[in-house]
Every structure is written in C-alpha cells, then in structure tokens.
C-alpha cells in the first residue's frame, strides 16, 4: 500500500530553470493537494484539486502551475525558478471531505534548493 | 483577514507529564475546519484530526485529546503522559470552505519531551 509518493525527494535547480514535481496516489481520493514549507514555519497550499479536471489556487500560487488528467496524478510545474521557491513541498490526498474521519495523507516531501 | 495562532513556540516537558499545546484561529466565516498535524524529526507530516466548525464535541483519542472552543475561538490539543516519541513539531490549520478550500497553517509548536 503506497499511499502518497512523490519524486523526486531531493532537487538542484539554477536560477530559471523548470521542473515538474510527481505527486502520485493510490487511494482513489478525490482531494488532492500541494504545500510548500519554509524553514521553521507551517505549510501554505499553493494549488489543490477537488478531482480530476479541476484544480484551483490556494495561498501562494505565484510561479507554480498544476494539472489533474487523473485520479491519481497531480503534477506541481515551476516553470522559471526562483531561490524565493527553495522550500519543502508536500503533497496530500484525502477522500471526498466533510466527515469527521476524513483523514488526510501526505507524501515525504521533495527538498527544492534553488541556486 | 483568516489567521492561525499558535503562541508557544517551544515547550518541553518531563516524560509522563501532561501537555497542552494552544490553538486560537480567526476567521468570519462559520462554515470551516480544523486540524492538527504532527510533523517529527524525520520531516513526514502526519495527520491527527479534522474537526468541523459545527461540532464541538471534545474529541478523545488514546492519550490525544482535543478541546473546541467557538466562544474563544480556540482548538487546544492535549497529551497525556507525554512520551518521547511525541517529541515534533505540531501545527495546527484552519481551512475555509466558503473561499475553496483555502488552508491557514500556524507556526507551529516544538514539542521536547525529556525522558
């Protein structure tokens, strides 16, 4: 049972270039999520999907784009990076909300140093 | 403006003690969620419970408890005789669902417990 995986786990970027983030899931969920985590603070969503074919912004957006072709893929893209965009992103899934025992799973994380 | 609080940035406790970890959202909204994750020193997230704005029935699980408080506006978590392996980072998040689904995390609190 694997859950939430994501690839790569660990990425070096140059200034300006592009990268995809895998975020894949096998739990059939509906909800589908992206956060990233700067250092010593808590997660900001930056995009989150309700199902395939659908996704909307969250919080920080800026500089990120997404896409949902299936239930279980939800790819996060940096088209130009930035250093402002070295962080900890974490993926998540969870079912189709609003019961109290929804559980939310997340990925390990990819560490993105932009230099 | 939606906002997440968590005031203690450190504690640490003797193994066995009982701890509280503090947490005091804003939001006019009065359709929402609330969470709490645990984050350890290996950096996965987990996730420990989601709690909507209409229930506000404590909630007990083994030695984690959490207190509801809409008149204060609070979403306190509380373990029992602590343990070393509660040592992390716990955050506390509010998600909206009037604005899609927008996620508020805190700063989180660093939890030590000493053996």
């Known amino acids: 049972n694997a859950g939430v995986t994501q690839t790569p786990k660990f990425r070096i970027l140059k200034i300006g270039q592009s990268m995809t983030l895998q975020c894949t899931q096998d739990?059939?969920?509906?909800?589908m999520y992206w956060y990233r985590q700067d250092p010593g603070m808590g997660l900001k969503l930056i995009y989150y999907?309700?199902?395939?074919?659908?996704?909307d912004k969250g919080e920080v957006p800026n500089g990120y784009n997404v896409s949902r072709s299936t239930t279980e893929d939800f790819p996060l893209r940096l088209e130009l990076a930035a250093p402002s965009q070295t962080s900890v992103y974490f993926c998540?899934?969870?079912?189709?909300?609003?019961?109290?025992?929804?559980?939310?799973?997340f990925g390990p994380g990819t560490r993105l140093t932009v230099l | 403006a939606q906002k997440v609080t968590q005031a203690q940035t450190e504690i640490s406790v003797v193994e066995k003690e009982d701890v509280t970890l503090d947490c005091v959202y804003e939001?006019?909204?009065?359709?929402?969620?609330l969470f709490w994750y645990k984050q350890p020193p290996s950096g996965e997230l987990v996730f420990l419970i989601r709690?909507?704005?209409?229930?506000?029935q404590n909630e007990i699980s083994g030695r984690y408890s959490w207190n509801f408080q809409k008149s204060t506006s609070s979403f306190n978590f509380t373990i029992t005789a602590s343990q070393v392996v509660d040592s992390a980072v716990y955050f506390c998040?509010?998600?909206?669902?009037?604005?899609?689904?927008?996620?508020?995390f805190g700063t989180g609190t660093s939890l030590t417990v000493i053996p």
């Open positions: 739990m059939n969920h509906n909800y």
């Open positions: 999907s309700v199902g395939a074919g659908i996704t």
């Open positions: 998040a509010l998600q909206l669902r009037v604005t899609g689904n927008q996620f508020y």
């Open positions: 939001t006019r909204d009065t359709t929402y969620y």
């Open positions: 998540a899934s969870s079912s189709a909300g609003g019961s109290k025992t929804d559980t939310q799973y």
């Open positions: 709690r909507n704005s209409f229930d506000e």
